[in-house]
C-alpha cells in the first residue's frame, strides 16, 4: 500500500464530497427573485371584484401601479384552483383591513383564470377585504417572475419590489414585513 | 369523492380558462404561420428558456399554460422590433439567470464549456503518449496509464 | 404482525450482516475456514431475511393494512391491484426496501455461484456486498423505515404518486434501473476484493467481473430506454430525454460501464490498461451511488425530484466513505498492476478502444460536471443557474460523432496491426457508406453540421459492423456449404461474445437513427377545435368528434375522441386524455401514440372548455420513433448473446481459426500470444479452481 499515492487521491476527492454536503443546504426549489430592490413593474389592470367597505373599488376601474406612490401597495397573485390559496385568504383579508389607515394598498390579481370562476371562489371563501384584478394572458404576472400561485409581492412608496414571499403568507409574517417598510418609510426624510 | 369533485373542477377551470379557447381555430390558424422566419425564432428562443412551473423542460417543450403564454411574449417582443438579445434579457430580469437553459459562456461558467474539450484534448495526449510507450518499450519497465 | 415481522426482519438483518462481513474479511484476512462459512452463511441469512420483510410489504400493500407507514403512504382501497404492487417502489422508503432485496438477492447469487472458487477474493467481495447492505438496512431501520407503526389507524390511503399509476411502463423501469444500479456493486465488490485478496495481479477476477458488468450494463441500457418510452408516453411534450439531472444520473455509469466493456478486451488480450479498468469498475459504482443520491435527496431540482429529508446527510456519509476509501484503495495499490504485453502497432484495433474510452470519458465528464454545476456556481456565486438541454446537445453531439465514427472502425481493423492495404479494404465500403448518407441526408433536409455528421458516422458504423456478418456468414457458406441463414446463426453462435457485442451496435445504430430523425424532423401544430373541426398534420387530418368524462375507481378521465382521417378516409380513432387523481391539483396527461414503424403521431390534450364544447389538442408528428424503442431491445439482445459466450469461447480456438473468413480480413484468432503470457500461466491457477 502506497500511502503517499492514498492520500494524494483522498484530497482530490474531498472538494466532490463538500460540493455534495453544499448541495445539502439549498434547496432547488427556492429561486431567488431578482425583484427586490429593482423598480416594480407598472401594470395598470381593472377590478373585477370590488372589495369590501372603505376598501373597495367600483368593478372596471383601472388601477395603476403609478398612482401609488407615497403608499406601499401589497400584490397577491391567486386563483379559484389553487388550493393553498385558500390558506392565506382570511390572513390577507385581516392585513388589508389593519394597514388600510397607514396608507397601504392591498390588491389580487387573478392568475390564469376566468372572472366568474373568481367571483365565486370569493364569494364561497365569504367575501374579500380588498379589489381583486383581472390580468388578461397573464402579462404581468410574467412581468413580475411568477413561478406559481400564491404569491406575494410588497411594493415600497418610491416604487420598488421590498419583499417577494412564495406559496401561502401568513397575517403575521405581513404585519412584520408591514411594520418594518413602514418604520423605514417613516426614518426616511 | 368531495376532494376529486373540488379538485376537478379547480382543473377543468383552469383548462377552460386557457387563453385559446375563446378563440375560434379560423383566428387560430392564420395566426400559427404568418411569418415563419418569428415562427423560427420564437421557437428557437422558447427552446433556451426553462419553464418555471414545470423546471426540468423549455418553455418550447412544457404543456403547461404559463410556458404557452410565456411563448406568446416572446414572440409579441419579437414582434414589435426587440432583438433576441433583449428578449432574453427580459426574462433573466424577471426570473434570473435559472431561466436560461445553456447558461451564458462567461465568467465562472466557462469551466462548463471548456472542460469537455480540455478532456478531450488532454485525455487525447495521454493516449497518444501511451500507445507510443506500448508500441516502443519492453513492456516490463512501463506503467498503466489511463487513457483519459 | 405483519409490520412486526417486517420490520424486526429489518433489524435482526442489519445486526447480521455487521457480523457477516466481519466474519468473511477476517476470515479471509486469517485464512480462518470457520469464520469463512459463518460469514458465508450469514451473507444467505440476510437474504432470508431481506425477503422476508419484503413480501411483508408486498402482503401490507395487497391487504391494505394502513397501520404501515409506507402503505399509508402509498396505498388507496382505489388502486388496482396491479398498481398496487408495483408501488412497492413508487416512493422513497419502498424503493430501498426494494434496492436491499436486489442487492441480497444479487449476493447470494455471486457467493452461491463461487462458493467452490478458491483464493480469498470471493469472500472479500461478500464482505464488501454486506458492507453496502449494512448501509442500506440503517437507512431502512433508521431514517426511512417502511414499517413504522401509524396510529391512528387510517380508513384509507392517498394512494402511488399520480405519475407513477398512470402507465403500466412503471412496472418496468425502476425494476430494471435498479437492477442496473445494483448489479454494478457486484463488479465493484470483485474489484474490492481483487484488491484485498492480492488476486489483482492475476486476470481471474477480470473475466468474472466482465459478466457481472455486462448483465449489469444491459439492465441499465435497458432500464435507460424503458424510462425514455415512460416519459414519451405519459409527460406530454413528445420527448423523450431532458437531459434532467435525474435522467443524467442513471446515464453516467452508463457510459463509463460502456467503456468499461471495450476497454476490458485490451486488458484480456493484452494485459494493458489493468489501473484503468479497475478505476472505471470503481468509479461506476460511485457513480450509481451518486445518482441515487442525487435522486433521493431532492440537491438538484428536477421532474422526478422524490421527497427530502435526512436521507441525504445518510447519502453524503456513503458517498464519502466509498470515494474515499475505494479510491485510496486502488490508488493505494496501483504500482502493483503492470502491463504484461506490448502493442505491435500505433494503427490497430487495440488503439481504436483507446480512443473509443477517451471519447466515452470525455462524454462522462461533460454530462457529470453540466449536472452538478449548478451546485459549483451556487456554491461559488450564489446564484441559481441551470444546465440543460441546448447545452447538453451542443456539446455530446460531436463527441457521439465521434463515438460512431470509432464505432465504425473499431470492427473494421484487426487486433495487433493494420496494414495500410487492409485498412483500404476495410474502411473503404464504410466511407462510400457515410458518403451515400451525407448526400441522402442532405438532399432530404438536414442543414445542421452535427446532425449530418451524425447520420453519416451512423452509416459509416452500420456499414461496418453489417460487413461483419456478411462476410463471416459468407466464409462459413464457402467453408461448410451453408445456407445464408444456418450460416449466419452458426457464426453468431460460434463466437457469441464479440457477434453480441457487433448486434449491440447494431442496436445503437438503430437508437440513434430513431432519436436523429425524429428530433430533425419533427412537426408539431396546436389548434383549438370545436366538435366536428379538423387540423391538418403531415398528411393526417385529426378530427375532434367529442370530449366526454368517465369515472374509473381511482381516478377521473376526461378525454377527446379524436378520428384520424388520411386523403379523407378514415384511418383510425385516437383518445388522448386527461387522468385526475384525488392527490393531485394538477391533470396527468395521458397522450395517445398511433405507434407505426415509419413514425409516430402523437395526440396531446392541452385544455378543453368546461362544457365539452371544444379542446385543445396539441399533434406531433415523429419520424422513427419506434426505432428508438427497438433498437434499445436489440442493444439487450446483443448483450444476452454476449453473456452466453465467453470462457467456452476462450477455449474454441480452432474453431475460431476455421470460421477465419475473408483473406486478408483477419478478425485475429485468439493465438496463445495475445492471450499474453500471464493469463497462460494463470489459466491452471483459474480453470482449476472453477
Not at chain 2, 72 to 93: C, H, M, N, W
Not at chain 3, 98 to 122: D, K, M, P
Not at chain 3, 427 to 442: D, E, M, N, R, W
Request: charge should be positive; hydrophobic fraction near 50%.
Amino acid at each position: 500500500m502506497n500511502w503517499k499515492r492514498a492520500t494524494i487521491t483522498t484530497g482530490l476527492i474531498l472538494p466532490v464530497i463538500g460540493l455534495l454536503a453544499f448541495g445539502l443546504t439549498t434547496d432547488p426549489k427556492m429561486i431567488d427573485s431578482p425583484l427586490p430592490g429593482k423598480p416594480a413593474p407598472e401594470f395598470a389592470l381593472s377590478v373585477f371584484a370590488p372589495g369590501e367597505g372603505q376598501l373597495a373599488r367600483n368593478v372596471g376601474d383601472t388601477v395603476r401601479l403609478a398612482a401609488h406612490r407615497g403608499g406601499i401597495v401589497v400584490l397577491n397573485f391567486w386563483a379559484s384552483w389553487c388550493l393553498q390559496c385558500r390558506d392565506e385568504h382570511q390572513d390577507l383579508s385581516n392585513a388589508a383591513r389593519a394597514y388600510y389607515d397607514k396608507g397601504v394598498r392591498f390588491y389580487g390579481v387573478l392568475y390564469n383564470d376566468q372572472e366568474p370562476f373568481g367571483l365565486k371562489w370569493i364569494n364561497e371563501m365569504g367575501g374579500q377585504a380588498y379589489p381583486s384584478l383581472l390580468d388578461p394572458r397573464t402579462r404581468t404576472a410574467i412581468d413580475y417572475g411568477l413561478y406559481g400561485v400564491p404569491e406575494t409581492f410588497l411594493v415600497t412608496a418610491d416604487g420598488r419590489v421590498a419583499y417577494k414571499h412564495i406559496g401561502p403568507i401568513s397575517e403575521r409574517l405581513l404585519s412584520q414585513k408591514l411594520d418594518s417598510l413602514l418604520r423605514a418609510g417613516a426614518s426616511a426624510p | 369523492m368531495m376532494r376529486i369533485l373540488t379538485v376537478l373542477t379547480a382543473a377543468a377551470v383552469v383548462l377552460a380558462s386557457h387563453p385559446l379557447s375563446a378563440q375560434t381555430p379560423a383566428q387560430r390558424a392564420p395566426a400559427a404561420q404568418p411569418d415563419s422566419a418569428l415562427e423560427a425564432m420564437t421557437t428557437r428562443l422558447a427552446s433556451e428558456l426553462r419553464c418555471p412551473v414545470c423546471q426540468g423542460n423549455s418553455i418550447q417543450d412544457s404543456p403547461s399554460e404559463l410556458a404557452q403564454q410565456m411563448r406568446d411574449v416572446i414572440r409579441d417582443q419579437l414582434r414589435s422590433g426587440k432583438t433576441p438579445d433583449e428578449v432574453r434579457a427580459y426574462f433573466v430580469d424577471k426570473y434570473g439567470e435559472w431561466i436560461l437553459l445553456a447558461p451564458r459562456a462567461e465568467g465562472l461558467n466557462l469551466i462548463v464549456y471548456l472542460v469537455p474539450f480540455a478532456a478531450v484534448l488532454l485525455g487525447g495526449l495521454v493516449v497518444w503518449r501511451t500507445v507510443r510507450k506500448w508500441t516502443a518499450a519492453p513492456p516490463s519497465s512501463t506503467a498503466d496509464t489511463p487513457p483519459g | 404482525m405483519t409490520r412486526l415481522l417486517g420490520s424486526y426482519s429489518l433489524v435482526v438483518a442489519l445486526g447480521v450482516s455487521i457480523f457477516g462481513a466481519f466474519a468473511l474479511m477476517l476470515g479471509a484476512r486469517t485464512k480462518r475456514t470457520d469464520l469463512l462459512r459463518s460469514g458465508e452463511l450469514a451473507l444467505y441469512a440476510v437474504w432470508g431475511l431481506v425477503t422476508v420483510a419484503t413480501l411483508s410489504m408486498v402482503y401490507a400493500l395487497v391487504a391494505h393494512d394502513f397501520s404501515v407507514k409506507y402503505v399509508a403512504m402509498v396505498g388507496s382501497r382505489a388502486t388496482p391491484l396491479f398498481y398496487t404492487v408495483i408501488s412497492l417502489w413508487g416512493a422513497l422508503e419502498g424503493s430501498i426496501l426494494f434496492w436491499i432485496f436486489v442487492l441480497s438477492c444479487l449476493s447470494a447469487l455471486v457467493v452461491y455461484q463461487n462458493r467452490h472458487r478458491e483464493g480469498t477474493l470471493v469472500p472479500y467481495a461478500g464482505g464488501v456486498l454486506l458492507l453496502i447492505s449494512v448501509f442500506f438496512l440503517i437507512l431502512l431501520v433508521g431514517p426511512a423505515n417502511p414499517f413504522s407503526l401509524v396510529s391512528p389507524l387510517p380508513p384509507d390511503g392517498p394512494g402511488p404518486n399520480p405519475l407513477l399509476q398512470n402507465h403500466p411502463l412503471m412496472a418496468v423501469h425502476p425494476p430494471l434501473l435498479y437492477l442496473g444500479y445494483v448489479g454494478m456493486s457486484v463488479p465493484f465488490a470483485f474489484a474490492i476484493g481483487a484488491v484485498l485478496s492480492g488476486e489483482i495481479e492475476n486476470d481471474g477476477w477480470i473475466r468474472l467481473t466482465r459478466r457481472w458488468t455486462l448483465l449489469a450494463w444491459m439492465f441499465l441500457a435497458a432500464a435507460i430506454v424503458a424510462g425514455m418510452w415512460w416519459s414519451y408516453e405519459v409527460l406530454g411534450w413528445g420527448g423523450y430525454w431532458a437531459w434532467d439531472p435525474v435522467e443524467n444520473a442513471s446515464f453516467i455509469p452508463f457510459l463509463t460501464a460502456t467503456a468499461f466493456l471495450h476497454s476490458v478486451m485490451v486488458q484480456e488480450r493484452r494485459g494493458f490498461l489493468k489501473l484503468w479498468n479497475l478505476n472505471l469498475i470503481v468509479a461506476t459504482f460511485a457513480l450509481t451511488i451518486l445518482g441515487t443520491f442525487l435522486t433521493r435527496s431532492g440537491v438538484l431540482s428536477s421532474v422526478h425530484a422524490f421527497s427530502e429529508g435526512p436521507i441525504g446527510t445518510y447519502f453524503l456519509a456513503f458517498i464519502a466513505i466509498v470515494l474515499v476509501a475505494s479510491f485510496a484503495l486502488v490508488a493505494g495499490n496501483s504500482e502493483r498492476l503492470k502491463p504484461t504485453g506490448s502493442l505491435d502497432a500505433a494503427v490497430s484495433r487495440e488503439s481504436v478502444f483507446l480512443l473509443n474510452n477517451l471519447f466515452l470519458t470525455a462524454f462522462t465528464i461533460t454530462v457529470l460536471v453540466g449536472t452538478l454545476f449548478p451546485l459549483v456556481a451556487e456554491a461559488m456565486r450564489g446564484v441559481k443557474i441551470s444546465v440543460g438541454e441546448p447545452f447538453f446537445n451542443r456539446m455530446t453531439l460531436p463527441i457521439c460523432a465521434a463515438l460512431l465514427f470509432l464505432m465504425g472502425v473499431g470492427p473494421a481493423l484487426p487486433w495487433r496491426v493494420a496494414s495500410r492495404e487492409v485498412m483500404r479494404r476495410q474502411l473503404l465500403p464504410p466511407t462510400v457508406g457515410a458518403a451515400i448518407a451525407l448526400v441522402v441526408s442532405f438532399v432530404i433536409g438536414v442543414r445542421s453540421p452535427y446532425a449530418l455528421a451524425v447520420f453519416a458516422f451512423g452509416a459509416f458504423a452500420l456499414t461496418a459492423n453489417v460487413r461483419e456478418f456478411l462476410d463471416g456468414a459468407a466464409a462459413r457458406r464457402r467453408a461448410h456449404g451453408e445456407n445464408p441463414p444456418v450460416a449466419l446463426a452458426r457464426l453468431i453462435g460460434a463466437n457469441r461474445r464479440r457477434y453480441g457485442g457487433y448486434i449491440a451496435h447494431l442496436g445503437v445504430l438503430m437508437f440513434t437513427l430513431g432519436v436523429g430523425a425524429s428530433s430533425t424532423f419533427r412537426t408539431e401544430r396546436e389548434a383549438t377545435l370545436r366538435k366536428g373541426e379538423t387540423m391538418a398534420i403531415g398528411k393526417f387530418t385529426i378530427r375532434l368528434d367529442e370530449v366526454y368524462s368517465r369515472r374509473e375507481p381511482q381516478r377521473e378521465v376526461l378525454a377527446a375522441g379524436v378520428t384520424i382521417l388520411r386523403n379523407g378516409r378514415e384511418v383510425g380513432r385516437m383518445e388522448p386524455r386527461m387522468n385526475f387523481y384525488p392527490t393531485s391539483d394538477q391533470p396527468v396527461p395521458t397522450p395517445a401514440v398511433r405507434s407505426r414503424p415509419a413514425g409516430d403521431l402523437y395526440l396531446n390534450l392541452q385544455a378543453f372548455a368546461q362544457d365539452g364544447s371544444n379542446a385543445t389538442l396539441r399533434a406531433i408528428q415523429e419520424p422513427l420513433v419506434p426505432w428508438i424503442w427497438t433498437g434499445g431491445m436489440i442493444v439487450v439482445l446483443g448483450a444476452l448473446v454476449s453473456l452466453g459466450g465467453g470462457k467456452r469461447e476462450l477455449a474454441t480456438v480452432p474453431a475460431k481459426v476455421r470460421v477465419a473468413p475473408s483473406p486478408g480480413h483477419a478478425p485475429v484468432p485468439l493465438e496463445p500470444a495475445s492471450l499474453g503470457q500471464a493469463s497462460i500461466r494463470q489459466a491452471s491457477l483459474e480453470e482449476g479452481a472453477r
